[in-house]
DNA sequence: GAGTGGTCTAGACCACGCG
DNA sequence: GCGTGGTCTAGACCACTCA
């Protein structure tokens, strides 16, 4: 690669931006506009350093953040290459409830259909890791986009605070929230699984769908610095409705 | 937060470990292990670096990688702060089905039903961006696991290449390697949705299971540089059988 | 042995937050 | 004005790769 003449230029070291950024955005420029190919080599990083009379350690960290946005890879003794975009990764991120209906351009709202106190069944004492019959917070809730109900929640919270519920706190009815106002311990981890399904009556009556409808099923577990279980719960998402997407690949907005 | 007593013995200069890495593993403990709190300082750069006698540069290369690993902030001005886990992201991944059916001990197969040339009707003359009628090539396979099919895939390329279609091609029959072969393009991005559905009776009968199985849908679309779109597919996932997994928050292993 | 990236140093100046 | 993190320098030594 020629980087001797296009380049001085393009490189501003009095700019209020950062050298290491400018660097990083030159090449990731060259990258996904397809000037180096993947698997070719970036110029050596001393030879980088000397061509815009900036220091070894700024052009490192230029690379880093290549590295960082997975368009290059670094080889100890051989060199940085273009990396090769693995599109057979993917990711599906499902974001939260009301900021993905609102970015939809739809009014989300969301219903509390009850909150009491249960005696774990089978089932809870299972998942929460408690004796049979242990007492536990029951919250049951519907979100809806445009009032249509689109998913139905029950959570069940390990407690032991004798706190009295407000309606305040019922503003974000997450389990990781409620483990934090009802429980004993500092929630640090969250376990989900995703399964699809097909809705039983008492969802299919809730949701207003008929049956048979396809659901998606999440199960969440949320557990403190100790690994033990806090909360458990159970949401159904109308799969006819709500999609999961997945981008991944290079883009002009790695920008950050 | 103490750093004095407990700390100078907990590195080692003279180790083949890094430095960084030493310190980053360090505070990684304190945190995971609770004795650094969400919202609590950690001590200022300048100090770390007087207490273990190393550059500041050295310190600030460990402080990245407890940000890259989220489990810290930094403010300008302000400090560095431990973070508190967003449990309320999720992200599941949808990794390559041989290597997730290997890992949970099963045998993964796959089995090409069929490849040839067809005209793209309304639906591919939208999804690939080309005429109706444009010849397409057109595959279509079914994995398993331990004989028993769990995925049905059926891909389509928009191809120029008068390639003959190899047998040992279809070892990797993603969609981004079947458009390496046998477009015009390198493919560079690639979108997926998700969504719950009920088998059709086609689908149902490829992968054996009775009507109204519930299953997800996952369509992929790639592109190439020019945002150009050179391969759609769909692949059905019993629903039943497969699930998505999101682990979220502080974890130990998270080594590398 | 020449070339490469990985680590580390001991300074420097800056912009920001806060009292 | 002081303390903080953000950027940058001009060196250094090392381990690795490859011919």
Chains 1, 2 share one sequence.
């Not at 509390?112 to 106190?117: A, D, K, N, Y």
């Amino acid at each position: 690669m020629e980087l001797q003449r296009i380049s001085k230029e393009k490189v501003d070291k009095n700019s209020v931006i950062p050298i290491y950024y400018q660097i990083f955005k030159l090449f990731e420029e060259y990258i996904i506009k397809g000037k180096l190919k993947p698997g070719e080599a970036l110029p050596p990083e001393h030879e980088i350093a000397e061509t815009f009379e900036i220091s070894r350690m700024t052009v490192r960290r230029a690379i880093s953040e290549l590295i960082n946005a997975g368009l290059v890879y670094s080889q100890k003794g051989k060199g940085t290459f273009v990396a090769k975009p693995n599109l057979n990764q993917v990711i599906f991120e499902l974001g939260d409830f009301h900021e993905e209906i609102t970015k939809k351009g739809m009014t989300p709202s969301s219903k509390l259909l009850g909150v009491r106190i249960v005696k774990a069944d089978k089932i809870l004492s299972n998942k929460l890791e408690v004796p049979l019959g242990t007492n536990c917070l029951y919250f049951s809730l519907v979100l809806s986009a445009d009032n249509e109900p689109l998913v139905y929640e029950k959570k069940y919270i390990k407690y032991s605070k004798q706190k009295p519920i407000l309606e305040t706190e019922l503003k974000d009815p997450s389990l990781s929230n409620l483990a934090v106002l009802h429980g004993d311990h500092f929630p640090t981890t969250s376990k989900r699984v995703l399964h699809a399904s097909i809705v039983t009556e008492e969802e299919a009556s809730i949701l207003e769908v008929e049956l048979n409808t396809p659901v998606f099923v999440v199960e969440q577990t949320i557990y403190d610095f100790d690994k033990k279980p806090v909360g458990w719960g159970r949401s159904i998402y109308r799969g006819d409705r709500y999609k999961l997407t997945s981008y991944i690949g290079w883009f002009a907005n790695t920008s950050k």
